[in-house]
């Protein structure tokens, strides 16, 4: 993350009110990623109520968050504009990750591939009350979901995200064990 880092935390670290704008991760090697955060190998969640992350970047997944190797993260009442990924998840890129997104907005992010969220790879998400407006993306513009992950995704709104793919939408379920409950 090119603003904050969190590795093997055990302790609960609670942002809150806190801008995270305009901030790159340029590095493109697998395991890294994560324009404003990433996390990674901690055993409490990084908490972020009432945060702001608009026109991050990242070359290697979630424009704004990566989470990898057990990262986990909760955010409540947090809004995510204009991110960019070159990769997966214009705002969240969750690799064997854990997270919790609870009245969250998700606002005009972009990314090849899954436009606000990508979820993959043993990974464990709960959306709830979130609303996603004008995400983008090659193929799923929303919310991706692939391999062993398991997702709830509850009383949320999906309007006006367009996919420059064919056949895809604003949530996508493929290749593997994945479970969403909606």
Known sequence: GAALYVNKATSVLEVTGVAFEGNKSTETSEGYGGGAFQARLNTTPVKFIGCKFTGNESACGGGAIALRENGRVYLEKT???????VTNGGAIYATSGHFTA???KFTGNSAASSGAVNVTMASTATVEGCTFTGNTSN?????????????????????????????????NLSNGDAVAKL
């Open 102 to 104: 609870k009245d969250c």
């Open 79 to 85: 809004i995510f504009e204009n991110n960019v990924s």
């Open 139 to 171: 193929d799923v513009t929303c919310i991706g979901i692939l391999g062993t992950t398991k997702i709830t995704i509850k009383d949320s709104t999906f309007t006006g995200n367009p996919s420059k793919g064919a056949w895809y939408g604003a949530v």
